[in-house]
């Protein structure tokens, strides 16, 4: 439009880049497409020659008048394109390099330098609690007994008989926990792989491919795991254990594309999936990853239980009330906003590749935010349960798996951000699919990051209790 006229584009200049294959003497050169443009004109009607053939010359571009539509009569117009042949030195195998040649790598410098930095802030709180407090912990712990005699028993060691008693719903905890295991050796295999430029962006939908089948086979992994600890937390039913792990997350993910995806369905949108790939989908579920699932459960059950250092006591020791700033919540909160702060650039432009069809093939920093993501979330973790232990509360089991997957909960409120300021949906289909996709995300970030988080505090619950001579 240009003021209140109005004018169509009725013509299309392709111009094809080709690429000459070097091949033998005697042979026929071959050629390949490796780039094409096409550029949109409006000319008017009389300017367009047209021969008995068929064949049409153009006017020069300089001296045509664009072809202009009035809404009032029927228009008679022509529709024509024109192909213009130009040499190229891009080699085949580099056509997509366009696309990859990222102009902003500055940016996710400044975001990898400030992640490092977040880290070593936390590794100094932690070599500041490690090494001045936890040992001046133990070596009073540690004194001669008459000396212990007179001092008040305080802190973390208070609650040793009392630090390895079994939470509530052991079978769901170790399920989860099976999935986030699951999920880490997934992530840390797709990111590792992409990294190395084995999945193209030229084969579609190859990212996705890769990560399912291989959530599929680890879930070997992911049995052992969830198995080894049910045992450890006084756990019997095994059976039920194992189908619990290799159902309960996966359960939740299909039932949420399922249900996203009749939507779809009834949109006649080509976006959906078929239903004979979500049948294969299903039988892969219940023929690859569930008897899988059972096997490494069976032999995780079957292990040794992991060795806790101190004997529980028969009978649970009171909690004492716990001040505001030690509620869950709060703890969520306090510990969700370092370690998202150390991925939040990567996580908008990978925002951008999924929603607004931008490229994303920053895999190389991808993997370094995921190293520093692993580490915040365990070092985080640590912290929090250390102060917990202090405040003599010895239900650190759910609480750690809750408040480590804490950056998961400032993931969905980005998730919100984005919506309202980025994007301009407006259907409710549309915002249906966006929610219901980012809530599979922030599902599985939490279990993710949950995971981390446990199996670093567990470790350093341990630890610390190893460390302490207990009568």
């Known amino acids: 439009m240009d003021g209140n006229k109005f004018y169509l584009h009725n013509h299309l200049s392709f111009i094809l880049y080709y690429h000459r294959e070097d091949v033998e003497e005697n042979q026929e050169p071959t050629y390949r497409v490796v780039r094409f443009e096409v550029i949109p004109q409006s000319i008017k009607l009389e300017d367009l020659k047209a021969d008995e053939k068929g064949m049409c010359t153009l006017p020069e571009a300089t001296g045509s008048a664009p072809q202009e539509i009035d809404p009032s009569k029927e228009n008679q117009m022509l529709f024509t394109y024109s192909v213009h042949w130009e040499e190229s030195d891009i080699k085949w195998a580099s056509r997509w390099d366009t696309y990859l040649t990222m102009s902003d790598v500055q940016i996710h410098w400044f975001s990898i330098i400030n992640s490092v930095v977040v880290v070593f802030f936390l590794s100094g709180i932690l070599s500041m609690i490690i090494i001045r ?31 390895f008693r079994p939470p509530q719903y052991p079978m769901i905890l170790s399920s989860l926990l099976g999935s986030g295991i699951q999920l880490f050796c997934m992530i840390l295999i797709v990111i590792f792989v992409a990294m190395l430029g084995m999945l193209s962006p030229s084969s579609r939908g190859a990212l ?27 756990g019997h039913r095994w059976k039920k254990g194992a189908f619990c792990t290799a159902t309960l997350y996966p359960g939740v993910v299909f039932g949420i594309c399922f249900v996203l995806n009749c939507f779809i369905w009834g949109k006649h949108s080509s976006g959906a999936v078929p239903f004979p790939t979500m049948v294969a989908l ?29 004997r529980t006591n028969q009978i649970p020791r009171q909690i004492p009330e716990q001040r505001w700033y030690m509620n869950k919540f709060v703890g969520i909160l306090m510990a969700g ?7 939040f650039i990567e996580l908008f432009f990978i925002f951008s590749a999924i929603w607004e069809n931008q490229f994303y093939y920053l895999f190389g920093f991808l993997f370094l935010v995921f190293i520093i993501l692993v580490v915040s979330c365990s070092q985080i973790s640590i912290v929090m349960v250390y102060f917990q232990l202090c405040a003599e509360d010895y239900r650190w089991w759910w609480r750690t798996f809750l408040v480590s997957g804490g950056s998961a ?21 549309p915002s249906l699919l966006y929610f219901g996709y980012t809530a599979l995300m922030v599902l599985s970030f939490w279990l993710l990051t949950g995971t981390i988080g446990f199996y670093a505090a567990y470790m350093f619950v341990r630890k610390i209790y190893a460390a302490v001579k207990i009568d």
């Open 282 to 310: 299903l039988c892969m579920w219940f023929g690859i990853s569930l008897p899988l699932v059972y096997l490494g459960y069976y032999f995780g059950f079957r292990k040794q239980p992991y060795d806790n250092p101190v």
């Open 208 to 234: 996705m491919t890769t990560a399912c089948f291989l959530f599929m086979f680890m879930g070997v992994f992911g049995g052992f795991f969830a198995g080894r600890l049910y045992r450890t937390l006084k």
């Open 409 to 429: 909960f400032y993931v969905l409120i980005y998730a919100i951000f984005y919506f309202v300021n980025k994007l301009d949906i407006v259907e409710f289909i």
């Open 337 to 343: 906003i370092l370690p998202f702060g150390a991925m």
């Open 133 to 163: 407090t936890l040992r001046k912990d133990i070596a009073n712990y540690n004194k001669e007994d008459d000396i212990e005699d007179t001092m008040e028993e305080s802190g973390w060691k208070l609650v040793h008989g009392d630090v």
